[in-house]
């Protein structure tokens, strides 16, 4: 069975996202071509700026405080999250909890594809939004990139109230409400 998918047009850019399924609107969403492109580099330039701004930890300590890699982890983490009150979309505005997940970006060509299928329905029942990353068979090469690993099929975001949780607020999760 496969899902719906709609294009949609961001708010800042003016540009095509696809949006997979209908079961809450603008929950899910597949990125990818230049959109693609533009939103990692966008992540990698961000991320290299809050790194700066914070160089007294390790570089593999400060990723790891900063995301959840692997599906395991990320399963983990937001089968403990508390859930998030019903009129509040975006944990930003609420008591930062340091174990929870502002996001998740994953890998679209994972296989098999139920490593990941539980993902989807365990993020939007937590009011998670989750990002399907489409880049003919390179989707977990890229996202690795960003956590400095060769591959990673799955990232969390954690909220840490910092500014790149604001920049994954503001590129993410409103230009899609």
């Not at 294009?7 to 899910?28: H, I, L, M, Y």
Request: hydrophobic share 40%; net charge positive; aromatic share 6%.
């Amino acid at each position: 069975m496969s899902m719906p998918i709609t294009a949609s047009r961001t708010k800042s850019t003016g540009e095509d996202v696809f949006v997979c399924g209908n079961s809450f609107p603008q929950q899910k969403m597949c990125y990818e071509g230049k959109v693609l492109d533009r939103l990692l580099t966008s992540i990698k330039r961000e991320i290299a700026t809050a790194r700066n701004s914070n160089v007294s930890l390790p570089e593999k300590l400060w990723l790891k405080l900063q995301f959840s890699v692997g599906v395991n982890e990320i399963t983990r983490v937001l089968e403990r999250m508390p859930p998030i009150p019903a009129n509040e979309r975006s944990s930003l505005s609420a008591k930062v909890h340091s174990a929870r997940i502002q996001a998740v970006l994953v890998a679209s060509d994972c296989h098999p594809r139920l490593l990941t299928k539980h993902l989807e329905s365990l993020a939007i029942s937590k009011k998670v939004p989750i990002v399907f990353v489409k880049d003919n068979k390179r989707g977990s090469l890229r996202l690795g990139e960003l956590v400095k690993l060769k591959t990673a099929i799955a990232i969390g975001v954690k909220d840490k109230g910092n500014q790149f949780n604001k920049f994954i607020s503001n590129e993410i999760i409103h230009n899609f409400e």
